[in-house]
């Protein structure tokens, strides 16, 4: 079955860590999209990507950093100075947002310890 | 002002009830409009989708677009306990090419 994959479901970063969050879909979508979720905050752009090896950045793109080296897959790097990065974690693809929205993945949740 | 403004809630009705859902938004140049279902700790999932204004229907759900007020909402009759969930509004200028934008969500619940 076509989908979007996020893993892992629940990460834990220490202080000063880098961490590395993964997006793998198969569904053949072009654009690709990272979502910062807080309570009360809704959803929050980090980075998009309309094509392989091009991204731009989002609202909240600082101490966060993407590749799209591949048409399936688009990681999001959480580094060390992102100074509040316990949050969850959402990816998206999409073919045309305007006209069909997106396809989300499961999420990944993120707790600094 | 943000650009989609949505009342987070959260609203609580009884089984049966039906249960009106709105965003307002400052950008005239929206012309896509989505809404978003999410349960707790899972991702959002696409309910309705409607382009520029008028009324869409899918069984229980019904969404209504009103670009001269710049005014969305959703509408949803008979309402379930398993409709429990946060629902985010969502509109986007293009078709292609850009991100949706967000509102922060309405967390509702029905009791049976």
């Known amino acids: 079955d076509g989908g979007i994959t996020q893993s892992p479901k629940y990460l834990f970063r220490k202080e000063g860590q880098n961490v590395t969050l993964s997006c793998e879909q198969n569904?053949?979508?072009?654009?690709m999209y990272w979502y910062r979720q807080d309570p009360g905050q809704g959803l929050r752009l980090i980075y998009y990507?309309?094509?392989?090896?091009?991204?731009q950045k989002g609202d909240i793109a600082e101490g966060y950093s993407v590749s799209r080296e591949k048409k399936e897959s688009f990681p999001l790097t959480v580094t060390s100075a992102q100074k509040n990065p316990t949050a969850f974690y959402l990816c998206a693809s999409s073919i045309d947002p305007g006209a069909r929205g997106y396809t989300f993945g499961s999420g990944t949740r993120l707790t600094v310890v | 002002q943000k650009e989609v403004e949505q009342d987070p809630g959260p609203l609580s009705v009884p089984e049966g009830a039906i249960v009106s859902l709105n965003c307002t938004y400052s950008n005239s140049a929206f012309q896509y409009f989505m809404w978003y279902r999410q349960y707790s700790r899972k991702g959002p999932e696409l309910l309705m989708y409607?382009?520029?204004?008028g009324n869409k229907e899918d069984g229980r759900f019904t969404a209504q677009v009103d670009k001269s007020s710049k005014y969305i909402s959703l509408f949803i009759r008979d309402s379930q306990p398993s409709d429990s969930a946060t629902y985010l509004c969502?509109?986007?200028?293009?078709?292609?090419?850009?991100?949706?934008?967000f509102g922060k969500g309405t967390t509702l619940s029905v009791s049976s």
């Open positions: 409607t382009y520029s204004s």
């Open positions: 569904l053949n979508h072009d654009a």
């Open positions: 969502a509109m986007s200028e293009a078709q292609a090419g850009t991100a949706l934008i």
């Open positions: 990507s309309q094509i392989v090896n091009d991204f």
